[in-house]
């Protein structure tokens, strides 16, 4: 059941903030992780603040160097959005892959990164970005980058009374592609059981311009896995993919849960990573090439 | 609206049955008119909630619920003292009260309920009552429920051991020292819920005299569970009307259901109708699952593929209480035998008690687990004989005429023609040649029955009336009910047939038990046979009773009259309506209407011996077999089915589409039980999965092509020809999806359901071996 509470919809931030600021208050967006939660009775806030009807935080904005999601843009608009650029594929693929159609169509990107569990699919692709995060409260506005943003199971930085207001992610250089492969036991409708995102820049000679991967469901928050920019120079081979899969399944931390065992995860961290670069790869035209 | 009444009317010159006319139910349900279970309300209806176990096994010291009353807007607080206090279950095997006596057995198990203005309400009042347990040991596998000295379930039943039978035909072990080929495997099934996808729900209210009226989603209103009600109110089975609203599927679960002796106590308690509905969690945590099996076979085979010999044992866990699991390992253990010309066999099948939810019905009723295990050893047998899998069950197949170990009649039987058409429309020969690691293609058969004799000693059969109105339409009542298979448009359809009247003159009438006769319900593939028989026996009288009234009205020779499409004529140009004629018997009668019974005995079953499982115990047995496709993705171990094909024999089709209907079902939950659902516990014996974003029921993403076809056949019992499908769809998916998954990785998984996870871990130890033998 759902104890009773105080729903809110602002028309501003400024409102916004002064409300969450107020009493005990809970943000929604979408409302689909949050409603959820209250219909467990695992949260029970005194006030609902919706804003989801506010005009400064819906959509996409793209700048110079800088897109920035806003934090009432929802998973199916990212997908629109994305749908035709290579280097945010990432991200679109990720929003595709949560839930389902009617989810896709209320849920937010900002808000798949404030629930913050480690299956959440949005997490890697947003790290990919070198992105930071815009907060909000009573007494000010801050930037945080995003890496800091999960601070671990459905733990994040955000203080008391503070929001996000939106996601700014940094251009990649052009002839990047990006992709995210998600696996579980079907083809939809499931959480992650390993997430992988990676983003590829390759110059004419197919070698590695720039290189990141971001791992989710196999820590306790989304990682990047470290040491892929010194590879940067060598030819996209089936050798690099090889190793790439080394880095990341020796970097990340799976539990084994009754939804999968550490060292399948582990594994399926190795294969989806070099299924990731491949897809890149493929959007850049560029064929991985054999060794030797 | 229009479209589609013209499309119900489409056609039927040549008589309806036999046709794809869409469900007489359609229009309510794509309407949203149709009343299902939490659809229904009364003046002044409370809300109920049960109050759960919280511990896998305890013992109930005190129960102290004075908080909980004093609640504002609580109505009631019931426990097993507002009970009659018996003991209910299946038959000899009653072994639990509809609300904890002394004793908890599962995480879940209903220790009180709560009646309120509103559910929220109900809700607090759950969490004050105090409930002094003393916490006992709990056994949570079979394993550690049969160790010596185990911590038994029921202190009653010693090594827990629900029930077992043990029996054996021939002489075993002559035959196996003839056989050129013996193999042993042991095989495994998970538990997996009917999932319907509307959850249990129920409406009690009483009567000033202290008569129940309940409205429930129920597949067996007139059924066992109606008996059980009026024992646990103590009252006679006549004061419990029970009223069988639409059903979002049943698939078994809902043949059984505690909340609706637990509805009806709170509302006789608390003196108002009380509406109770399990939410998604409850469902699928506290209501039973399908009866997981560990089996043990061996089997054994002459050169050319004929099986010698049979030996079996199965375990099964029972969970913490019988609800129909007995009949359930007893079917899992017997009714594959009876597929193939089994001679010599032994077989001992033990149920037993764990601390975990209970176990049961589900469509299929034990025959898909024992159908997993023989139909997997079969393929093996198949292998090590370097035989076509296909030719393998053709060389043992049952046939018409022949009688099996079981002392089954096997009477209309195309399990050969369903063989040969499904491998000619699955291109089963050229497929079979791809011979590509990864891919692979897979046969499994399936015999079952049209109601079972054993299931309720006192009789066997099925009962309805036809009632025709002032307007010249029949009002079809048949007791068994509709549980949303189509029951209702077969039964239209058998009754315009044999009438002489269009579809649109029938109406099928809800179930109300104080209207209709008494019944079991849609459970056992019995509704066609049984019912569709009951119906159009009481059709024939009611076409021989308007011909007798014509023939009144016209005069002459009652055999001159005839009736189409509800115009009745004497072959001399004259004719009256169906409705005139009706209205004139209403008119002769002081005002009655027309009105026959019809009901149908099965001929030539019995009870089932209980020792030796011995007996013919249908009237009717169904046939199929069906071939999945598969491709695994060897880096991931995700399986994919590709194609599937399902050739069954259900005698003459009453209504093709709803046929394929039922078989497209069927398959895709066959699909859900072969490779994603299972039971997860935590360590305390708490259910992790109980909701739909971990419990995996396939998408229709993961449901591939499926491919229908039915052989053509004609059952001298069944309706029209026509025999049961509901079940038979079900029962072969997940062997013949295992039987593809081992042609695809040359090595068996015997464990269901086979995940990714399990897949990914023979695709590793398969590819090192084939590594290793490269290199040497």
């Keep these: ?292 | 609206m229009t479209k589609i009444h013209a499309a119900i009317v489409a056609d039927t010159d040549q008589g309806v049955v036999g046709q794809s006319v869409p469900m007489v139910d359609a229009c309510e349900k794509v309407t949203g008119k149709a009343i299902y279970g939490a659809d229904v309300e009364m003046p002044g209806m409370l809300y109920g909630r049960v109050l759960r176990s919280p511990h896998p096994h305890a013992k109930i010291l005190s129960i102290d619920a004075a908080e909980a009353q004093r609640l504002p807007g609580v109505r009631a607080v019931v426990t097993w003292a507002d009970t009659s206090g018996e003991l209910i279950g299946f038959s000899q095997y009653s072994d639990h009260y509809i609300f904890a006596k002394d004793e908890v057995r599962f995480v879940g198990d209903e220790v009180a309920a709560v009646a309120a203005v509103d559910e929220d309400t109900a809700h607090r009042a759950l969490k004050l009552i105090k409930v002094e347990y003393e916490v006992l040991p709990a056994v949570y596998t079979l394993d550690e429920a049969m160790a010596p000295g185990a911590p038994l379930v029921h202190d009653v039943t010693p090594e827990n051991i629900a029930h077992q039978i043990t029996y054996s035909r021939g002489d075993v072990d002559a035959a196996f020292a003839k056989c050129d080929v013996i193999l042993e495997e042991t095989f495994e099934t998970s538990p997996a819920h009917p999932a319907y996808i509307e959850p249990q729900a129920c409406l009690a209210a009483f009567d000033a005299y202290g008569n129940a009226d309940i409205y429930a989603n129920t597949q067996s209103p007139g059924g066992s569970i109606r008996e059980k009600t009026a024992q646990v109110l103590g009252l006679p089975l006549g004061k419990v009307r029970i009223h069988q609203t639409f059903l979002g599927g049943g698939f078994g679960g809902k043949v059984w259901q505690h909340i609706i002796p637990a509805t009806a106590v709170l509302a006789r308690k608390a003196g108002r109708p009380v509406k109770m509905m399990y939410s998604r969690r409850e469902d699928l945590a506290c209501t039973p699952s399908r009866v997981p099996m560990r089996m043990k076979l061996k089997m054994g085979a002459d050169r050319t593929g004929r099986i010698l010999a049979k030996e079996t044992l199965v375990l099964a866990d029972n969970g913490a209480y019988c609800i129909n699991s007995p009949i359930v390992i007893d079917t899992a253990a017997t009714r594959i035998e009876n597929l193939y010309r089994f001679e010599n066999i032994r077989t001992t099948a033990k149920l037993i008690y764990t601390n975990k939810v209970s176990t049961g019905t589900f469509r299929g009723f034990g025959n898909p687990q024992g159908t997993f295990m023989v139909e997997s050893m079969m393929d093996m047998l198949a292998k090590e004989l370097a035989m076509d899998p296909a030719q393998i069950r053709i060389v043992n197949a049952v046939h018409p005429g022949y009688v099996t170990a079981h002392g089954w009649k096997i009477n209309s039987c195309e399990l050969e023609q369903c063989i040969h058409e499904v491998k000619r429309i699955s291109g089963w020969e050229e497929k079979r040649k791809a011979n590509r690691f990864g891919y692979g293609i897979g046969m499994s058969c399936v015999i079952h029955v049209n109601g079972n004799r054993s299931c309720f000693p006192a009789f066997d059969g099925s009962t309805a009336y036809i009632s025709m109105n002032e307007s010249g339409e029949a009002m079809v009542m048949c007791a068994e009910g509709d549980l949303g298979q189509g029951a209702s448009t077969v039964f239209a359809q058998i009754a315009a047939q044999e009438i002489g009247l269009p579809m649109e003159s029938v109406r099928v009438l809800r179930v109300d038990t104080e209207y209709a006769g008494f019944a079991f319900g849609a459970f056992a593939s019995r509704i066609t046979v049984n019912g569709g028989n009951a119906v159009r026996h009481a059709a024939a009288a009611v076409r021989r009773a308007l011909l007798e009234t014509a023939a009144g009205m016209r005069g002459g020779d009652v055999d001159t009259f005839t009736i189409h499409q509800g115009i009745v004529t004497d072959g001399t140009g004259w004719s009256a309506t169906v409705a005139e004629v009706s209205l004139q018997y209403i008119y002769a009668h002081a005002g009655t209407n027309l009105r026959c019974d019809g009901f149908f005995i099965p001929p030539d079953v019995v009870i089932a011996d209980k020792v030796t499982k011995y007996g013919n115990i249908s009237c009717a047995y169904s046939f199929a077999a069906h071939v999945a496709e598969v491709e695994v993705d060897k880096d991931t171990g995700k399986v994919e089915v590709l194609n599937y094909y399902a050739v069954h024999d259900a005698g003459k089709l009453i209504n093709p589409m709803l046929a394929e209907g039922q078989i497209e079902g069927g398959v895709a939950q066959g699909i859900g039980f072969a490779l994603y659902e299972n039971y997860c516990y935590g360590t305390d014996g708490h259910m992790l999965n109980n909701s739909f974003l971990d419990y995996k029921l396939p998408t229709f993403k993961d449901v591939p092509k499926i491919t229908t076809g039915f052989a053509q056949g004609c059952d001298p019992v069944g309706p029209m020809g026509a025999k049961g499908l509901g079940e038979p769809t079900i029962v072969p998916v997940a062997s013949a999806i295992g039987n593809a998954l081992a042609d695809a990785l040359g090595e068996r998984i015997t464990q269901m359901p086979f995940t990714a996870e399990k897949v990914k871990g023979v695709v590793r130890r398969v590819m090192a071996q084939a590594a290793k033998e490269g290199q040497a």
């Design chain 1, 1 to 292: 059941m759902i104890e009773p509470f105080v729903y809110y919809t602002p028309a501003a931030v400024a409102e916004a903030v002064q409300l969450l600021g107020q009493r005990s208050a809970k943000l929604i967006a979408g409302g689909t992780d949050v409603l959820v939660q209250m219909q467990e009775g695992l949260l029970s806030p005194e006030a609902l603040v919706d804003i989801s009807g506010i005009d400064a935080l819906k959509g996409i904005r793209e700048e110079t160097e800088h897109v920035v999601i806003g934090a009432a843009a929802t998973h199916h608009e990212v997908m629109e959005w994305a749908h035709n650029l290579p280097q945010y594929a990432a991200l679109a693929e990720a929003s595709g892959s949560v839930g389902t159609p009617q989810v896709r169509n209320i849920a937010t990107v900002a808000g798949n990164l404030c629930n913050a569990v480690p299956s959440a699919d949005l997490g890697a692709p947003v790290l990919l970005y070198n992105s930071s995060l815009t907060l909000a409260s009573a007494n000010g506005s801050r930037q945080l980058p995003a890496i800091e943003f999960f601070t671990g199971p459905k733990k994040t930085a955000l203080l008391p009374g503070e929001m996000v207001l939106s996601i700014r992610l940094t251009a990649p250089p052009v002839g990047c592609a990006s992709a995210y492969c998600k696996h579980g036991p079907r083809k939809a409708s499931d959480l992650a059981m390993v997430g992988v995102a990676a983003m590829v820049g390759l110059d004419d000679n197919s070698a590695v311009t720039s290189l990141v991967i971001g791992l989710n469901a196999v820590a306790p928050t989304p990682i990047l896995v470290q040491g892929c920019e010194q590879l940067v120079g060598q030819v996209m081979s089936l050798s690099l993919l090889d190793r790439c899969a080394r880095m990341a399944a020796q970097q990340c931390r799976p539990i084994t849960d009754y939804r999968a065992g550490a060292e399948y995860r582990r594994d399926m961290v190795g294969v989806l990573t070099k299924r990731a670069l491949e897809r890149c790869a493929a959007k850049l035209g560029k064929e991985v090439r054999e060794d030797g």
